[in-house]
């Protein structure tokens, strides 16, 4: 059975951090580039960052560049987003997700590209409220 199960999300103050997770069984990250996406009410669901083969291999949105850090921990086929100095505006629902290395190095799709994720997570909540 696969499964990508988030945690790590909830109500956190201005300037706080949180760091977001997503466990998968039945797949093996090792194969995967990993995004992550969020959606914010009433707004469309969009790219926040991504992660390739290795931790050094990384992209983020303008929007949370120098502030979100994704990476992961193969070992335990896990990968995190490690959010500092949230801002409100960073208040969405948080979305993992996995797409095959092969896709993602093709240069067929850009790493925001949703519909070429193959598994998703459920989601998290982050809020960010003082």
């Known amino acids: 059975q696969v499964q990508f199960v988030e945690s790590g999300g909830g109500l956190v103050q201005p300037g706080g951090s949180l760091r977001l997770s997503c466990a998968a069984s039945?797949?093996?990250?090792?194969?995967?580039?990993i995004g992550w996406f969020r959606q914010a009410p009433g707004k469309e669901r969009e790219g926040v960052s991504c992660?390739?083969?290795?931790?050094?291999?990384?992209y983020n949105a303008d929007s949370v560049k120098g502030r979100f850090t994704v990476s992961r921990d193969n070992a335990k086929n896990t990968v995190f987003l490690q959010m500092n100095s949230l801002k409100p505006e960073d208040t969405a629902v948080y979305y993992c997700?996995?797409?095959?290395?092969?896709?993602?190095?093709?240069?067929?799709?850009?790493?925001?590209?949703?519909?070429?994720?193959?598994?998703w997570g459920q989601g998290t909540q982050v809020t960010v409220s003082s």
């Open positions: 997700a996995a797409l095959p290395l092969s896709t993602y190095y093709s240069g067929t799709y850009y790493w925001g590209v949703q519909n070429a994720y193959k598994y």
């Open positions: 039945g797949f093996t990250l090792d194969y995967y580039a």
């Open positions: 992660i390739g083969s290795s931790n050094g291999d990384t």
